[in-house]
C-alpha cells in the first residue's frame, strides 16, 4: 500500500473534522486554558484547606443538612 493511501484510509476511519458538514474547527488554546483554569482551581481548593481546615467542617455540615432536608 502507498503512503498516500494508506493516509487517505486513516482518514476515512478517524474521521476528518473538516469533512463533518456542522462541526466547528477547534479553537486553539482553548484547552490549554481550561487545563489551566482547572489546576488553578484544584491549587486554589487545596491551599484553602490547608490554612483554613474548618472549611472543610462547613462544607460536610452544609452537604449533611441539605441532604437530610431531601429526606424529609
Known sequence: MTHRAQ???????LGSPAGVPGRDHAVP???EFLEFLGLTL???AF??????PEVIEAL?????KSTAGLVH
Not at 47 to 52: A, D, P, Q, S, W
Open 47 to 52: 491551599v484553602l484547606f490547608v490554612v483554613r
Open 60 to 64: 460536610v455540615h452544609t452537604l449533611a
Open 42 to 44: 484544584a491549587a486554589g
Open 7 to 13: 493516509s487517505n484510509k486513516q482518514d476515512d476511519v
Open 29 to 31: 488554546g482553548r484547552g
